[in-house]
């Protein structure tokens, strides 16, 4: 007698299903702060800005606006992109370094304002690799089954945690969000070949005190300041980020040619112009925020993608990498076939 199942596998267990972007939002507070202002309350001017980080301004969230404000805005953009409502989702992971309390997680406050009653929804901390992660952690649960319909939310509020008299810290960020809709898709047909194809991540806790915010619940019971060691960060970032890149593109046995956009985290203008070099993109396949948002941590690159499918640069079809390196150290890279 040949053997037979005694039940027929369900589909969901047959077709591989991958997670395609539906739709991105983004939300910037009004408040701008240029780098004049800056020039007037402390020692630095806008030349030295501009040159050594790209940036010439900043928006900064007005006081009693939080992170899951900002984040709220952003989702609600990305929801609409991707014509869902929020009671279609049943995953939130947002990335913040600076929610609204310690706990809960502001993935729950954001869930609540969504009108969203199934699911689960969670914060992740990995600074500004913040996004990647989430990225990482929602395409997981959609490939395991877990999740369907996925929001990925990067949201910052770091004029809140940056102490306004260091020169050498306080010109660098901004605050602001940016979402992505991820929906489970069967992997066949049309559809095979597009969506997250891999995403890369790494940590390497031996440099936490190169980066990072002078206190916190358990450490001081204050919120506390960040605190840098500015060209050690940059040497690490560089590295760390051609690595990941070289990872992610032969993990899919693709190549730079491969590669029609580059998102990455916007730190640091010649940090991102030393990535798009090595990948020999020219200049206008590389997008570029920093100069308007300087760093908004894990809101960069959320906020870069909703800039440039908004615009109408990043068409269905096309291969876009985005990195980040950001405290711990951490680090990542995805693919996704738009
Ligand atoms: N205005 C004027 N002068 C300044 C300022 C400022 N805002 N900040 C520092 N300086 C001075 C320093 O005091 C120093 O003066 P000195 O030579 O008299 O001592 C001089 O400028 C040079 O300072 P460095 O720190 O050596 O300048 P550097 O060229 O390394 O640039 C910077 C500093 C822009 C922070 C750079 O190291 C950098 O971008 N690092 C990456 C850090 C980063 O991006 N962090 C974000 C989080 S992690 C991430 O997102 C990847």
């Known amino acids: 007698m040949p053997f037979k199942p005694r039940h027929r596998r369900p589909l969901s267990e047959m077709t591989k299903i991958r997670s395609q972007v539906a739709g991105c939002g983004a939300y910037l507070p009004d408040r701008v702060i240029t780098n004049a202002e800056l020039a007037g309350r402390l020692d630095t001017s806008d030349e030295w800005i501009t040159q050594r980080t790209g940036i010439t301004q900043r928006h900064v969230a007005a006081e009693g606006q939080l992170t899951s404000d900002l984040a709220l805005r952003a989702a609600r953009r990305a929801l609409e992109a991707a014509g869902m409502r929020g009671d279609d989702l049943d995953l939130i992971v947002l990335a913040t370094a600076t929610p609204d309390n310690t706990f809960p997680a502001t993935a729950t406050k954001v869930q609540a304002m969504l009108g969203m009653t199934k699911g689960a929804a969670f914060d992740v901390q990995a600074v500004c690799s913040g996004f990647v992660y989430a990225l990482s952690t929602a395409d997981n649960f959609i490939k395991a089954g877990q999740a369907k319909n996925a929001l990925v939310i990067g949201a910052e509020t770091f004029s809140r945690i940056l ?63 960040l605190r840098m060691e500015g060209k050690e960060v940059f040497r690490h970032a560089v590295q760390r980020l051609a690595e990941v890149v070289d990872e992610a593109l032969e993990h899919n046995k693709l190549s730079y040619g491969d590669v029609d956009w580059l998102v990455p985290h916007q730190a640091n203008r010649r940090i991102i112009e030393s990535m798009g070099r090595k990948l020999g993109l020219p200049p206008e396949k590389v997008v570029v925020t920093i100069d308007r948002h300087a760093n908004t941590s894990a809101a960069s690159i959320p906020l870069a993608l909703a800039e440039a499918t908004g615009d109408g640069r990043i068409e269905k079809g096309q291969l876009v990498l985005v990195e980040a390196m950001g405290g711990g150290f951490t680090w990542g890279a995805s693919l996704i076939r738009w």
């Open 163 to 225: 102490d306004w008299e260091d020169r050498g810290t306080c010109v660098l960020f901004g605050d602001g969000a940016g979402a992505v809709v991820l929906r489970g898709v069967p992997s066949e047909g049309s559809n095979a070949e597009r969506g997250i194809l891999s995403t890369h991540l790494h940590s390497d806790g031996s440099n936490y005190d190169m980066l990072y915010v002078d206190g916190g619940p358990s450490l001081s019971q204050t919120t506390g300041h």
